[in-house]
């Protein structure tokens, strides 16, 4: 545990934040066109393939290069939840009970290399999910029909009476096997991206795809520099679902130390930064530049995915001795202070739907955490017979979460056993911690939601569908598989259209089951900083996409 004067420094630099730091909002009625944003980030974040890549970092980016054919309103305030219509003209009325959804394309829509848009996109795109299996393939997209067959046999997946094109027409059909009130939602987030139908069944790594967004990827170096330009086939359809965007170029740098990005934001050299400033560095930005920066809560956790089929932590008492023994508020002060972050036992977060306060992991079981109960998590220790095993703790390889791993060290040699921590670029990490042939036991992970929905956390993180032995995307990292959970997930999840308070009220029970059951340990919810250089102007923080990059422009 690491207490004392450095983290009390930490907090009163969180406290400062907390107290000057002011939402930014649009500094003048006409935008400016041209020049480039420089943005940046410790590590890149892996491929480029947005039917792959499921992370933060470049989900964000994803929203100004893809579409959909709907998306979530590019606006800055609760609106911004709202699904909307993109390539499809309109949004369709659900028919046949809420089973069948048909779309009609826009007319004149190109991708970045000049192809127009078709139905035969569609249906293409939708099949690839599957076929090159899709972190998303076995949660989101497996109502529709056809799909039992895609993901038992990806490679001949056709999705035949489950996505049907009428090219003359320009419509494509969904039918699905029941009812889904979320179905326009899993369709508006990036693994739905609609691709020209020849791009190739593989992983695209840092080849670029085409898209249709405002904005196309010139070059990808991990190492180096992600770089984005402007469309040259891009004409603004909707400028709710994908506006203009205001820079020539966004530049996106990888490489830099947190110090050193905070250091070139204040210098002028580069205008954002996407990993939370260092928290030694947090009373400065409260302060002397506290114009220039923005605090905003976030549906998400910080937490501890534990491997339910490896030892030490395929014994429940184990995982639940873990969550006993953490001192979160010591894992806040890690963060920042009380001002960013909140602890947490339990999968979803406050104020999401389905969301009832629970906490079985402290000294006084309730409706929230407390303080850690050492001497009940020692003696399950005792009780599993695991004392004395080697576990390793991979971190990424970033300030916060190498402190939040070396924390776990020591908690975990506390409760008895031989801890070591792994920090690996964040390049990678994501990935690697899903693999099963990485042998991991622990890590350190974050979960932001695609959309409102407590299916976005339980079903997603937590259910047999999204275990995928072997494979880089499968988010279901503690490969934790209950038939009973899952049987309450399909229950909700069959409920969302004809009776929505009952599957509010099975998502809080999925909620406390899951908790209960301990897969992961969650630490707290965080708030998102953000600290940009003086030359941004017009910066608009969404609920979904938080910063909309394409509609700040720079003086």
């Given at each position: 545990?690491?207490?004392?004067?450095?983290?009390?420094?930490?907090?009163?630099?969180?406290?400062?934040?907390?107290?000057?730091?002011?939402?930014?909002?649009?500094?003048?009625?006409?935008?400016?066109?041209?020049?480039?944003?420089?943005?940046?980030?410790?590590?890149a974040?892996?491929?480029?393939?947005p039917?792959?890549?499921?992370?933060?970092?470049?989900?964000?980016?994803?929203?100004?290069?893809?579409?959909?054919?709907?998306?979530?309103?590019?606006?800055?305030?609760?609106?911004?939840?709202?699904?909307?219509?993109?390539?499809?003209?309109?949004?369709?009325?659900?028919?046949?009970?809420?089973?069948?959804?048909?779309?009609?394309?826009?007319?004149?829509?190109?991708?970045?290399?000049?192809?127009?848009?078709?139905?035969?996109?569609?249906?293409?795109?939708?099949?690839r999910?599957?076929?090159?299996?899709?972190?998303?393939?076995?949660?989101?997209?497996?109502?529709?029909?056809?799909?039992?067959?895609?993901?038992?046999?990806?490679?001949?997946?056709?999705?035949?009476?489950?996505?049907?094109?009428?090219?003359?027409?320009?419509?494509?059909?969904?039918?699905?096997?029941?009812?889904?009130?979320?179905?326009?939602?899993?369709?508006?987030?990036?693994?739905?991206?609609?691709?020209p139908?020849?791009?190739?069944?593989?992983?695209?790594?840092?080849?670029p795809?085409?898209?249709?967004?405002?904005?196309?990827?010139?070059?990808?170096?991990?190492?180096?520099?992600?770089k984005?330009?402007?469309?040259?086939?891009?004409k603004?359809?909707?400028?709710?679902?994908?506006?203009?965007?205001?820079?020539?170029?966004?530049?996106?740098?990888?490489?830099?130390?947190?110090?050193?990005?905070?250091?070139?934001?204040?210098?002028?050299?580069?205008?954002?930064?996407?990993?939370?400033?260092?928290?030694?560095?947090?009373?400065?930005?409260?302060t002397?530049?506290?114009?220039?920066?923005?605090?905003?809560?976030?549906?998400?956790?910080?937490?501890?995915?534990?491997?339910?089929?490896?030892?030490?932590?395929?014994d429940?008492?184990?995982?639940?001795?873990?969550?006993?023994?953490?001192?979160?508020?010591?894992?806040?002060?890690?963060?920042?202070g009380?001002?960013?972050?909140?602890?947490?036992?339990?999968?979803?977060?406050?104020?999401?739907?389905?969301?009832?306060?629970?906490?079985?992991?402290?000294?006084?079981?309730?409706?929230?955490?407390?303080?850690?109960?050492?001497?009940?998590?020692?003696?399950?220790?005792?009780?599993?017979?695991?004392?004395?095993?080697?576990?390793?703790?991979?971190?990424?390889?970033?300030?916060?979460?190498?402190?939040?791993?070396?924390?776990?060290?020591?908690?975990?040699?506390?409760?008895?056993?031989?801890?070591?921590?792994?920090?690996?670029?964040q390049?990678?990490?994501?990935?690697?911690?899903?693999?099963?042939?990485?042998?991991?036991?622990?890590?350190?992970?974050?979960?932001?939601?695609?959309?409102?929905?407590?299916?976005?956390?339980?079903?997603?993180?937590?259910?047999?569908?999204?275990?995928?032995?072997?494979s880089?995307?499968?988010?279901?990292?503690?490969?934790?598989?209950?038939?009973?959970?899952?049987?309450?997930?399909?229950?909700?999840?069959?409920?969302?259209?004809?009776?929505?308070?009952?599957?509010?009220?099975?998502?809080?029970?999925?909620?406390?089951?899951?908790?209960?059951?301990?897969?992961?340990?969650?630490?707290?919810?965080?708030?998102?900083?953000?600290?940009?250089?003086?030359?941004?102007?017009?910066?608009?923080?969404?609920?979904?996409?938080?910063?909309?990059?394409?509609?700040?422009?720079?003086?």
């Open positions: 545990m690491r207490t004392g004067k450095r983290l009390t420094a930490l907090l009163s630099g969180a406290l400062l934040l907390g107290a000057s730091a002011l939402p930014l909002a649009a500094q003048a009625q006409e935008g400016k066109m041209g020049g480039t944003l420089r943005l940046l980030a410790k590590a974040s892996g491929t480029i393939d039917h792959i890549n499921y992370t933060l970092q470049y989900f964000q980016i994803n929203y100004i290069l893809y579409d959909g054919l709907v998306t979530f309103r590019k606006v800055g305030d609760k609106t911004g939840f709202d699904v909307v219509a993109d390539l499809a003209e309109a949004l369709p009325e659900p028919q046949d009970g809420g089973r069948k959804y048909v779309f009609k394309l826009r007319d004149g829509i190109k991708f970045a290399d000049g192809s127009d848009v078709t139905t035969e996109d569609v249906v293409a795109s939708f099949q999910i599957f076929k090159i299996s899709g972190p998303t393939a076995g949660t989101f997209y497996n109502g529709i029909i056809g799909a039992d067959k895609c993901l038992a046999e990806p490679a001949g997946c056709t999705l035949e009476g489950g996505v049907v094109a009428d090219a003359a027409a320009g419509t494509v059909t969904f039918n699905l096997t029941q009812p889904d009130g979320e179905f326009l939602q899993k369709i508006a987030i990036p693994h739905a991206a609609i691709l139908a020849e791009t190739e069944l593989k992983d695209y790594g840092t080849d795809i085409p898209g249709t967004g405002a904005y196309m990827i010139e070059s990808y170096d991990p190492n180096k520099r992600l984005m330009v402007r469309n040259p086939y891009f603004e359809w909707s400028k709710e679902a994908q506006p203009a965007g205001y820079p020539d170029e966004i530049d996106y740098d990888f490489g830099l130390t947190e110090e050193a990005a905070v250091t070139a934001i204040q210098n002028g050299q580069a205008d954002w930064m996407f990993d939370p400033p260092p928290p030694d560095r947090l009373a400065e930005l409260g002397t530049y506290a114009s220039q920066v923005s605090l905003h809560p976030l549906t998400a956790m910080w937490y501890a995915p534990m491997n339910t089929n490896l030892a030490p932590f395929d429940v008492r184990v995982r639940q001795a873990v969550n006993l023994a953490i001192d979160r508020n010591a894992v806040v002060k890690l963060f920042g009380s001002n960013l972050a909140q602890p947490a036992c339990q999968i979803l977060p406050p104020g999401f739907p389905s969301y009832e306060p629970y906490c079985p992991y402290t000294a006084d079981p309730g409706a929230k955490w407390t303080a850690p109960d050492l001497a009940k998590a020692k003696a399950l220790i005792a009780e599993s017979g695991t004392a004395g095993q080697e576990v390793t703790i991979i971190s990424e390889d970033n300030v916060v979460s190498r402190a939040i791993g070396v924390y776990l060290q020591d908690v975990l040699n506390e409760l008895g056993f031989k801890a070591s921590v792994k920090p690996i670029s390049n990678i990490q994501f990935t690697y911690i899903q693999n099963t042939n990485n042998k991991v036991q622990i890590s350190i992970s974050q979960w932001f939601q695609d959309y409102p929905s407590p299916s976005n956390f339980l079903q997603v993180l937590f259910s047999c569908a999204s275990f995928t032995p072997g880089d995307a499968s988010v279901n990292i503690s490969g934790f598989c209950d038939e009973s959970v899952d049987a309450m997930m399909a229950e909700a999840q069959a409920a969302s259209i004809s009776d929505p308070a009952k599957a509010a009220k099975i998502w809080t029970a999925v909620d406390k089951a899951v908790t209960d059951a301990a897969p992961a340990a969650v630490l707290f919810t965080p708030k998102r900083v953000d600290f940009i250089s003086k030359r941004v102007q017009n910066f608009t923080f969404s609920p979904q996409f938080y910063w909309i990059i394409s509609q700040s422009w720079i003086e």
